[in-house]
């Protein structure tokens, strides 16, 4: 084997170890936090130099996203005027390995003057940093794996490990799910993932629909002149409830059965009774996984009551490209 992937294999182990450690020593600590997000009025603000920094931006950004507001703030930009950034009813999360960082050390006596408890992420609760905290997450000592151990690598693992492990525990104590994720992820893949069937069904012209008692030449002209002729129609009620759906394919089978005069037959007669549905609020990603599961190509879409809402089409979702 070469030796570089060896190497890369070591370094990977020994971050991997670093996490661990960090999830070890989870205790009362981390849950007093935990508390004291959930009871904040105001933001989280985090802070942190250098690559602490970067992992102090992903960690706000994290918590922003899964409803604990959240900003990140440069400790060096906070002594130079941005310390208004900070108000009371917020707090502050501090991420330095050694707990020395001069720039943040010095912004924390502002910080706490207005009344923001600080909350450290460092290596030892004995550092500067720990010592000015009102409570400390701390990593334990950990080695960097890089040449010479110089450049941060295990230590901001862990850090990003711990502030996931805080922000995701957090949004399950806010009850934060699909719902309001998909309001805060419009865009992007994610955001089409979570969109909803009802945001997705076709309605209206484009939505095939016939009466009970109509024949199946009259289902096949609705069909027929529906926009985007989605091969299928759904057969309701006079109150508009789902009795039936007949497809493409139950032409071709009533067809092959050799009835005589197929096309006027009763659509009661050649529908599949009790179809399967969906419900408007479904998932697209879930209403996706339905219909190859039940290897459909259309579901009827109903309320609660069973009444036609509209109709899904897999290649409405297939467009999305979540498949």
Do not use: W
């Not at 926009?227 to 299928?232: D, H, L």
Request: with cysteine; glycine share 12%.
């Amino acid at each position: 084997m070469d030796p570089r992937i060896e190497r890369a294999r070591e370094i990977v182990a020994r971050e991997a170890a670093a996490v661990q450690q960090v999830g070890e020593r989870l205790g009362p600590e981390f849950l007093r936090v935990l508390d004291l997000v959930l009871a904040l009025r105001g933001r989280v603000v985090t802070a942190g130099m250098g690559k602490a920094g970067f992992i102090a931006q992903k960690v706000s950004a994290t918590l922003a996203s899964t409803g604990t507001p959240s900003i990140f703030l440069h400790p060096a930009e906070a002594i130079h005027g941005d310390l208004g950034r900070v108000d009371a009813g917020d707090l502050l999360l501090a991420f330095s390995k050694s707990g020395e960082t001069e720039e943040l050390l010095v912004m924390l006596p502002h910080v706490k003057a207005v009344g923001v408890p600080v909350v450290g992420v460092t290596q030892e609760r004995t550092s500067a940093l720990g010592q000015h905290c009102d409570l400390v997450l701390e990593l334990g000592r950990i080695d960097e794996v890089g040449p010479y151990g110089l450049a941060p690598s295990a230590s901001t693992t862990a850090m990003l490990a711990l502030g996931d492990a805080l922000a995701l525990v957090v949004q399950e104590g806010r009850r934060f799910g699909p719902d309001e994720f998909a309001r805060f992820h419009p865009g992007g893949d994610l955001g089409r993932r979570l969109m909803k069937v009802a945001e997705l069904m076709r309605t209206g012209e484009r939505n095939p629909t016939v009466r009970t008692g109509a024949t199946v030449l009259q289902a096949i002209e609705v069909m027929t002149r529906t926009p985007g002729r989605p091969g299928a129609t759904s057969i309701v009620d006079d109150g508009g409830r789902l009795l039936g759906f007949f497809t493409d394919g139950d032409l071709r089978r009533l067809i092959e059965k050799g009835l005589p005069n197929p096309r006027e037959r009763n659509i009661d007669d050649a529908m599949t009774r009790r179809p399967r549905s969906i419900r408007p609020d479904t998932y697209a990603l879930e209403a996706l996984a339905l219909l190859h599961q039940f290897a459909v190509d259309q579901l009827p879409v109903v309320d609660d009551g069973g009444r036609l809402l509209g109709l899904l089409d897999v290649q409405d979702l297939l467009n999305l490209k979540i498949g």
